[in-house]
């Protein structure tokens, strides 16, 4: 139809953008019979024809774009990109959207030619900016132009940096570089955006635009492919530049440009803000003018190529294809692409197959296939070539061709450029598909091209979430606003998730957010984290107010358990056994439902305190008891049930029997080493008293207070010690350190019971088999009852008895039994003397005859080391029989208690007393002259130099020799025991000994 033909009803509906003219001319389409519309995008006229639908039903609507055809057999309506719109149907009503695209150098002449050309039976629409109400009066005199106004303001909000956006903002970048960036920056520091781009596939257009538009994340990064026909929900548009490339080289953007897009911000009767960002420079005050007013410079020339080409030849159609228009409005658009590729087949060999008129008609459409691609026009060429070469020689393309073509884009892996690239790739085969008869089968590539482009736009859309977008946050964000989303799930971890998206952990009453690369903005993170999960916190906080005893537990760490979460621990307070609970919550849990919370918790720790040291609290002021043992059980109080003797030995010594009968009846026990409470050296309250002594001492931190309950409920009775745990803490638990090893204080006091007979007992006077450990001199040997008591033996045991004070004699052991007063004689190895404390236990005087064998402990230890020597050097026939080592010699130990002596003529009348007891486990008799007092000498005693130095053992007391010594037990029943003179006492040895060579070698004549 001629462009200066009056039309029935030819409109122009012109105006800024958000004044409702795409749903004017929807609304008027329907109005008719039947109706085309045709819109700048692909993207746009499915949200159309999805509104469509929804209004006249699916059968009802038809959708030709260049890459999808939907047309049911009773299509009405017709929805179409503008060059795909069919121009040969006649419809009622015709409508071109965005009409200003016209000044577009490559595609604004088929702008042009709808505007011209295109009419409605009944109604012609034309919309678009109101920059185009001068052309139109020049082109179209008869049309009737229509202003509508804005239904927002815009205003101008100036310059703000990229992560100080307000929500909802549309930052606007003209590469893809630049929209990466920006996109990777606002994932950072505010969780995330939604990527619009010209480049991409309709399908991950959408739906990156759904997932700005449902709220998942607050801003959109695009190029200007927003500023025609998308309706989004925006708030402000922020410039990151000023500038764009065009497709032939960087300009500055229009006002016109300018305003299409900022014409974004503020939908309906929302009003909108626009600004810039990311450097790039304010705009000045005109500028700002003009957008907020709308007031921009008219079009003057729209872009123009003939339609009424000529096909008889290649050449016919180049010249008509070159011809120029006739009105001054209108210029003759720039070679395009298609014209770039009908150049490159006319000088190829394919150029010889368009022989006729039909044939040059095909070239042409053939060389409308749009390069997608945007590669260079040779390689585009050579597709356009093969494509008319198989349509001119088989009538179709071929199948195994294009099968390769497309089987090479069926991939979703890669990279967002990779994915990018395929999409673009495999629109050109389906823009192919959709051709009429060009394929053999077309559709089953329509199906296909379709199948494969839409898993590479889904895959596209996944790869932008993942790289752009923190989806926990999003989701944080929306919950933050929609209070109608489902709880969090929380799962038998403690893990925390909204909408299958981990957000966190939660334990008790705290919550700890995710951590995931790029939280930027934390603390609005946690906010919305610490608003989804508070209703969860609340409801626990109530479930403990009234939870029972069973349910809560204090571990070795000090904490407060409740059903084996943390909930509180405990803090110093202002007495021993009332310790404080400091509840372990996050600022989700306030007011009311806290204060129950710290109630429980302490209510269930004064309980458990009182249980478990029941006995112990109750000495604190014991209404039965006054003076020393008021005291006493105070000390034992303050000490949490173990008390050293020692420590209070002087006191104890004062308490008489009723007052310790009733000491008693408390539970208090007396032993040799500890004064106790037996029924507090349970697990439990050992473990409780760790703790309460701790948060006085040091701390619950350091080193045994968690690592020592374990033991104590291991059942051990001893074990090395740590050197690095504070000794006072192994008391407090319910041992002693004895040398290296720790031993259970009940245990110290059975084994006091076991060495205490046999340290009364005089093997010379008793009758009958000897009990097992008992040795002479009111000494002891090591058994096997006491080793397994302890669990352990040798060397460790050894360290313990040291410890507590007492001595070795060590004996060499013969072969041959000999007469029992020479047998009993012998080299003493050493003597180990007892430890810091003398163990309160009272036995016989030691027998001069130990004291005889002490003396000879120099004489025969320098005499040990040449033995041997002498031996293998004796040329004998004992030696040549022998010639092996002789075997390591055994030694016979016997403990005695340290610090007594055996010249100690004061209590040779009471060396048979038993004692009589004092209590349960106390010392018996008198205490022995040791323990730093000076020994008493006659007159003329002779001192010798101290013996035994040098053999760690410490020096010895000096003893005289000038005269001999002996015990008479004559009148008790006993045998004379009359000490020969050293010089003419002479040993007997076993012959194969050692010790008979070395006498031999010592007193020839004796042989």
Same mark, same amino acid.
């Given at each position: 139809?001629?462009?200066?033909?009056?039309?029935?009803?030819? $409109?122009?509906?012109?105006?800024?953008?958000?004044?409702?003219?795409?749903?004017?001319?929807?609304?008027?389409?329907?109005?008719?019979?039947?109706?085309?519309?045709?819109?700048?995008?692909?993207?746009?006229?499915?949200?159309?024809?999805?509104?469509?639908? @929804?209004?006249?039903?699916?059968?009802?609507?038809?959708?030709?774009?260049?890459?999808?055809?939907?047309?049911?057999?009773?299509?009405?309506?017709?929805?179409?990109?503008?060059? =795909?719109?069919?121009?040969?149907?006649?419809?009622?009503?015709?409508?071109?959207?965005?009409?200003?695209?016209?000044?577009?150098?490559?595609?604004?002449?088929?702008?042009?030619?709808?505007?011209?050309?295109?009419?409605? !039976?009944?109604?012609?629409?034309?919309?678009?900016?109101?920059?185009?109400?001068?052309?139109?009066?020049?082109?179209?005199?008869?049309?009737?132009?229509?202003?509508? %106004?804005?239904?927002?303001?815009?205003?101008?909000?100036?310059?703000?940096?990229?992560?100080?956006?307000?929500?909802?903002?549309? !930052?606007?970048?003209?590469?893809?570089?630049?929209?990466?960036?920006?996109?990777?920056?606002?994932?950072?520091?505010?969780?995330?955006?939604?990527?619009?781009?010209?480049?991409?596939?309709?399908?991950?257009?959408?739906?990156?635009? @759904?997932?700005?538009?449902?709220?998942?994340?607050?801003?959109?990064?695009?190029?200007?492919?927003?500023?025609?026909?998308?309706?989004?929900?925006?708030?402000?548009?922020?410039?990151?530049?000023?500038?764009?490339?065009?497709?032939?080289?960087?300009?500055?953007?229009?006002?016109?440009?300018?305003?299409? +897009?900022?014409?974004?911000?503020?939908?309906?009767?929302?009003?909108?803000?626009?600004?810039?960002?990311?450097?790039?420079?304010?705009?000045? /005050?005109?500028?700002?003018?003009?957008?907020?007013?709308?007031?921009?410079?008219?079009?003057?020339?729209?872009?123009?190529?003939?339609?009424?080409?000529?096909?008889?030849?290649?050449?016919?159609?180049?010249?008509?294809?070159?011809?120029?228009?006739?009105?001054?409005?209108?210029?003759?658009?720039?070679?395009?692409?298609?014209?770039?590729?009908?150049?490159?087949?006319?000088?190829?060999?394919?150029?010889?197959?368009?022989?006729?008129?039909?044939?040059?008609?095909?070239?042409?459409?053939?060389?409308?296939?749009?390069?997608?691609?945007?590669?260079?026009? *040779?390689?585009?060429?050579?597709?356009?070539?093969?494509?008319?070469?198989?349509?001119?020689?088989?009538?179709?393309?071929?199948?195994?061709?294009?099968?390769?073509?497309?089987?090479?884009?069926?991939?979703?892996?890669?990279?967002?450029?990779?994915?990018?690239?395929?999409?673009?790739?495999?629109?050109?085969?389906?823009?192919?598909?959709?051709?009429?008869?060009?394929?053999?089968?077309?559709?089953?590539?329509?199906?296909?091209?379709?199948?494969?482009?839409?898993?590479?736009?889904?895959?596209?859309?996944?790869?932008?979430?993942?790289?752009?977008?923190?989806?926990?946050?999003?989701?944080?964000?929306?919950?933050?606003?929609?209070?109608?989303?489902?709880?969090?799930? +929380?799962?038998?971890?403690?893990?925390?998730?909204?909408?299958?998206?981990?957000?966190?952990? +939660?334990?008790?009453?705290?919550?700890?957010?995710?951590?995931?690369?790029?939280?930027?903005?934390?603390?609005?993170?946690?906010?919305?984290?610490?608003?989804?999960?508070?209703?969860?916190?609340?409801?626990?906080?109530?479930?403990?107010?009234?939870?029972?005893?069973?349910?809560?537990?204090?571990?070795?760490?000090?904490?407060?358990?409740?059903?084996?979460?943390?909930? #509180?621990?405990?803090?110093?307070?202002?007495?021993?056994?009332?310790?404080?609970?400091?509840?372990?919550?996050?600022?989700?849990?306030?007011?009311?439902?806290?204060?129950?919370?710290?109630?429980?918790?302490?209510?269930?720790?004064?309980?458990?305190?009182?249980?478990?040291?029941?006995?112990?609290?109750?000495?604190?002021?014991?209404?039965?008891?006054?003076?020393?043992?008021?005291?006493?059980?105070?000390?034992?109080?303050?000490?949490?049930?173990?008390?050293?003797?020692?420590?209070?030995?002087?006191?104890?010594?004062?308490?008489?029997?009723?007052?310790? =009968? $009733?000491?008693?009846?408390?539970?208090?026990?007396?032993?040799?080493?500890?004064?106790?409470?037996?029924?507090?050296?349970?697990?439990?309250?050992?473990?409780?008293?760790? +703790?309460?002594? *701790?948060?006085?001492?040091?701390?619950?931190?350091?080193?045994?207070?968690?690592?020592?309950?374990?033991?104590?409920?291991?059942?051990?009775?001893?074990?090395?010690?740590?050197?690095?745990?504070?000794?006072?803490?192994?008391?407090?638990?319910?041992?002693?350190?004895?040398?290296?090893?720790?031993?259970?204080?009940?245990?110290?006091?059975?084994?006091?019971?076991? !060495?205490?007979?046999?340290?009364?007992?005089?093997?010379?006077?008793?009758?009958?088999?000897?009990?097992?450990?008992?040795?002479?001199?009111?000494?002891?040997?090591?058994?096997?009852?006491?080793?397994?008591?302890?669990?352990?033996?040798?060397?460790?045991?050894?360290?313990?008895?040291?410890?507590?004070?007492?001595?070795?004699?060590?004996?060499?052991?013969?072969?041959?039994?000999?007469?029992?007063?020479? =047998?009993?004689?012998?080299?003493?190895?050493?003597?180990?003397?007892?430890?810091?404390?003398?163990?309160?236990?009272?036995?016989?005087?030691?027998?001069?005859?130990? /004291?005889?064998?002490?003396?000879?402990?120099?004489?025969?230890?320098?005499?040990?080391?040449?033995?041997?020597?002498?031996?293998?050097?004796?040329?004998?026939?004992?030696?040549?029989?022998? %010639?092996?080592?002789?075997?390591?010699?055994?030694?016979?130990?016997?403990?005695?208690?340290?610090?007594?002596?055996?010249?100690?003529?004061?209590?040779?009348?009471?060396?048979?007393?038993?004692?009589?007891?004092?209590?349960?486990?106390?010392?018996?008799?008198?205490?022995?002259?040791?323990?730093?007092?000076?020994?008493?000498?006659?007159?003329?005693?002779?001192?010798?130099?101290?013996?035994?130095?040098?053999?760690?053992?410490?020096?010895?007391?000096?003893?005289?020799?000038?005269?001999?010594?002996?015990?008479?037990?004559?009148?008790? #029943?006993?045998?004379?025991?009359?000490?020969?003179?050293?010089?003419?006492?002479?040993?007997?040895?076993?012959?194969?000994?050692?010790?008979?060579?070395?006498?031999?070698?010592?007193?020839?004549?004796?042989?």
């Amino acid at each position: 139809m001629d462009a200066s033909s009056p039309s029935q009803s030819l $409109k122009a509906v012109l105006g800024p953008t958000n004044t409702g003219k795409t749903y004017f001319a929807i609304e008027r389409m329907l109005a008719h019979s039947s109706g085309m519309i045709g819109l700048p995008l692909r993207l746009l006229a499915r949200e159309v024809y999805n509104r469509v639908v @929804e209004r006249v039903g699916q059968q009802a609507v038809a959708l030709v774009t260049g890459e999808e055809r939907i047309v049911p057999p009773r299509a009405r309506y017709w929805v179409c990109t503008v060059e =795909a719109m069919p121009t040969d149907m006649p419809v009622e009503c015709v409508a071109i959207d965005e009409v200003q695209t016209a000044i577009d150098f490559d595609r604004g002449h088929v702008f042009t030619n709808r505007i011209l050309n295109a009419r409605g !039976i009944s109604e012609t629409l034309l919309m678009g900016s109101a920059t185009m109400a001068p052309v139109i009066r020049q082109l179209l005199p008869h049309a009737e132009i229509i202003h509508r %106004p804005r239904l927002s303001t815009l205003t101008y909000a100036g310059s703000k940096k990229i992560s100080r956006q307000p929500d909802r903002s549309a !930052i606007v970048a003209f590469s893809a570089a630049q929209v990466y960036a920006i996109a990777e920056l606002i994932r950072r520091e505010r969780g995330g955006a939604a990527v619009v781009m010209g480049a991409l596939s309709p399908r991950t257009r959408n739906a990156q635009v @759904e997932l700005y538009q449902n709220g998942d994340v607050d801003f959109l990064v695009a190029t200007d492919a927003i500023g025609m026909g998308l309706n989004l929900d925006v708030h402000h548009v922020a410039f990151a530049d000023d500038t764009k490339f065009d497709g032939r080289q960087t300009r500055p953007l229009t006002a016109a440009e300018f305003g299409q +897009i900022a014409g974004r911000a503020g939908r309906h009767v929302r009003n909108g803000t626009f600004g810039v960002t990311g450097g790039t420079d304010s705009f000045d /005050e005109e500028l700002v003018a003009q957008l907020e007013s709308h007031d921009f410079e008219p079009v003057k020339i729209l872009q123009w190529r003939n339609t009424e080409l000529d096909f008889a030849s290649i050449d016919s159609l180049r010249r008509s294809l070159d011809a120029t228009p006739r009105h001054k409005a209108l210029t003759r658009v720039p070679t395009a692409t298609d014209q770039i590729a009908l150049e490159f087949i006319s000088r190829n060999e394919a150029g010889a197959l368009a022989t006729d008129l039909k044939a040059v008609h095909l070239l042409w459409e053939v060389c409308q296939t749009p390069d997608y691609r945007d590669i260079s026009p *040779a390689h585009h060429g050579e597709i356009v070539t093969r494509l008319y070469s198989d349509l001119r020689k088989r009538g179709f393309v071929d199948p195994d061709w294009i099968a390769e073509q497309v089987r090479f884009c069926d991939n979703i892996s890669g990279d967002i450029d990779t994915l990018s690239n395929r999409i673009r790739q495999i629109r050109t085969w389906t823009f192919v598909a959709n051709r009429k008869n060009w394929l053999e089968d077309p559709t089953h590539w329509r199906e296909t091209t379709r199948d494969i482009e839409d898993r590479l736009s889904d895959a596209l859309h996944e790869k932008l979430i993942q790289r752009f977008v923190d989806r926990r946050t999003s989701v944080l964000i929306r919950h933050l606003k929609d209070r109608r989303m489902a709880s969090p799930q +929380i799962n038998d971890r403690g893990e925390v998730s909204l909408e299958g998206h981990l957000i966190g952990t +939660i334990e008790g009453f705290r919550f700890t957010l995710a951590r995931s690369d790029g939280d930027g903005d934390a603390k609005g993170l946690r906010a919305a984290a610490d608003s989804a999960v508070a209703p969860e916190i609340r409801n626990r906080a109530e479930r403990l107010s009234g939870a029972p005893n069973e349910e809560i537990v204090l571990a070795t760490d000090g904490r407060l358990r409740w059903r084996g979460e943390i909930v #509180g621990e405990l803090v110093e307070g202002d007495h021993l056994l009332r310790p404080r609970v400091l509840v372990l919550a996050d600022e989700s849990l306030t007011g009311p439902e806290l204060e129950r919370v710290q109630d429980r918790l302490s209510l269930w720790l004064r309980h458990h305190v009182n249980t478990q040291l029941e006995s112990v609290a109750a000495l604190a002021e014991p209404s039965d008891l006054d003076g020393a043992a008021r005291g006493i059980a105070f000390q034992l109080s303050e000490h949490l049930g173990i008390l050293p003797r020692q420590a209070v030995a002087d006191e104890v010594k004062g308490l008489d029997q009723d007052v310790r =009968a $009733k000491m008693r009846k408390h539970g208090i026990k007396f032993g040799a080493y500890h004064i106790y409470l037996p029924l507090s050296l349970k697990p439990a309250p050992r473990e409780l008293a760790l +703790i309460l002594y *701790a948060l006085k001492n040091g701390g619950i931190r350091q080193p045994g207070v968690t690592d020592l309950p374990h033991i104590v409920l291991s059942g051990r009775t001893s074990f090395e010690i740590d050197p690095e745990v504070n000794p006072h803490l192994y008391e407090i638990a319910g041992f002693k350190v004895a040398g290296k090893r720790a031993v259970r204080v009940d245990i110290l006091e059975r084994l006091a019971d076991i !060495i205490r007979p046999l340290i009364a007992l005089d093997a010379r006077t008793h009758s009958g088999e000897l009990p097992a450990g008992a040795a002479e001199a009111n000494g002891f040997r090591v058994t096997v009852e006491m080793t397994s008591l302890l669990g352990c033996a040798g060397e460790e045991f050894a360290s313990i008895l040291s410890a507590l004070g007492y001595r070795v004699r060590r004996t060499p052991k013969v072969a041959a039994p000999v007469e029992a007063p020479v =047998a009993a004689e012998g080299t003493v190895e050493g003597v180990a003397e007892g430890g810091a404390e003398t163990p309160l236990l009272e036995t016989a005087e030691t027998p001069e005859e130990i /004291e005889s064998d002490l003396v000879k402990i120099d004489e025969v230890a320098e005499a040990e080391a040449p033995v041997e020597e002498t031996t293998l050097g004796v040329d004998q026939p004992a030696a040549e029989a022998a %010639p092996a080592e002789p075997a390591e010699p055994e030694f016979d130990e016997v403990w005695f208690p340290a610090g007594r002596r055996p010249d100690n003529r004061r209590h040779q009348n009471h060396r048979h007393a038993n004692g009589a007891g004092e209590g349960e486990g106390e010392a018996r008799g008198r205490r022995d002259n040791g323990g730093g007092r000076k020994p008493r000498f006659e007159k003329g005693q002779r001192f010798d130099a101290p013996r035994g130095e040098g053999r760690g053992n410490g020096p010895r007391e000096e003893r005289r020799f000038d005269k001999p010594r002996k015990f008479d037990n004559a009148g008790k #029943g006993g045998k004379n025991f009359d000490r020969p003179q050293r010089e003419k006492r002479e040993p007997a040895f076993d012959p194969d000994s050692p010790f008979a060579a070395l006498l031999a070698l010592k007193n020839p004549k004796s042989e």
